[in-house]
């Protein structure tokens, strides 16, 4: 199962309708063992201790972070999950991303590179991860 975590800190109507439009993506996928986390920071604690907040909760042997100004491709849950079910050598799959919102954009990502990782992070914090991984790290 993958658990799917969006961390949320409400600061305007328009963010409660971005949510609106993530959750639509997500039940539009054709992978359907899912949950979905929505961990609510009420503090400002910030994103990190709210992601780990939302992984305390989660049930699945696969972890997704996605912010709420994100959308899912069709698909993609379904090739996250196969990637990392069928590569018993990868922890994570990492991929493009379109924002919208206030930043309308898209992040490409690279080929995997150990040592340009080193000086450049071109791996967002919303790529899927198996969780016993997220738990030897410690979390965010």
Same mark, same amino acid.
């Given at each position: 199962m ?5 961390p949320f800190? %409400?600061?305007?109507e328009?963010?409660?309708?971005r949510l $609106?439009?993530?959750?639509a993506s997500?039940? !539009?996928? +054709? ?8 961990e609510?920071?009420?503090?400002g604690?910030g994103?990190? %201790?709210t992601?780990n907040a939302?992984a305390?909760?989660? $049930? ?6 996605? !912010?709420h +100004?994100?959308?899912l491709?069709?698909g993609?849950?379904?090739e996250c999950?196969d990637q990392?079910?069928?590569?018993d050598?990868?922890s ?8 919208f ?5 898209d992040f ?9 990782l080193?000086?450049?992070n ?12 997220f738990d ?5």
């Open positions: 993958i658990s799917i975590i969006i800190f %409400k600061r305007s328009e963010d409660e309708n $609106k439009r993530l959750k997500i039940d !539009d996928q +054709d992978y359907k063992d899912f949950e979905v986390i929505v609510v920071d009420e503090t604690q994103a990190s %201790k992601r939302g305390a909760k989660a $049930k699945g042997d696969i972890l997704f972070f996605i !912010d +100004d994100c959308m491709q069709p993609m849950l379904r999950h990392l079910q069928d590569n050598d990868i994570f799959v990492y991929g493009n991303y379109r924002f919102g206030e930043t309308v954009g490409y990502s690279q080929p995997f590179d150990g040592y340009l080193e000086t450049f071109y791996i967002p914090t919303m790529s899927p991860m198996k969780k016993e991984v030897k790290l410690g979390g965010f």
